[in-house]
């Protein structure tokens, strides 16, 4: 009768334990994204989707110092990878990109940026990069913007040339 009595004590503080630590296992509500700091956006062209999180400056210097380093692989944005994503194949500057969905990765430096369209669209950052799964990379040169501009943006132009700009640095590339 002891041994019964201690095996339902037992028992019932596993599941006490178990209905404690349900909530901690339980799905959280999903993210408003808008919310942060970076918030997303999203470019669109005739046979394109690009899709990005904005930083902003606030103060900070962006290409050549802590935020982005020459000759380092950058997420092109914040939070997760940007993605591009092509309904169908298209040329990047004269190459050919097949339809699917890409991490939008950079290397930016002084006086040439390349441009990385990676297989693996969905990681976090470029933490993970895996050069590897590079479907195609392009050679651009950086040009001065005309104002600073505080927080990275993407657009598209109707004729497709594809432009990124932060601080006094902007990068174009052309999608037909």
């Given at each position: ?7 339902l004590l037992l028992a019932l503080s596993w599941l006490c334990l178990l209905l404690l ?156």
């Amino acid at each position: 009768m002891k041994n019964l009595h201690a095996r339902l004590l037992l028992a019932l503080s596993w599941l006490c334990l178990l209905l404690l630590a349900a909530p901690a296992f339980a799905q959280k509500p999903a993210e408003d994204k808008s919310k942060r700091p970076s918030p997303p956006a999203t470019v669109t062209g005739p046979t394109f989707t690009i899709d990005y999180s904005r930083p902003s400056l606030k103060g900070r210097k962006a290409f050549g110092g802590q935020l982005v380093p020459y000759g380092q692989v950058w997420r092109t944005g914040a939070n997760e990878a940007t993605t591009f994503e092509a309904k169908q194949a298209v040329t990047i500057n004269g190459q050919t990109l097949p339809a699917g969905k890409y991490a939008l990765f950079t290397i930016p430096g002084e006086q040439e940026w390349t441009i990385i369209f990676n297989k693996t669209a969905n990681q976090w950052g470029a933490f993970k990069y895996d050069a590897a799964q590079d479907a195609l990379r392009v050679k651009v040169t950086p040009t001065k913007t005309a104002a600073p501009v505080e927080q990275f943006t993407i657009s598209s132009s109707n004729a497709g040339v594809v432009t990124m700009a932060w601080e006094n640095a902007q990068a174009s590339f052309t999608v037909k």
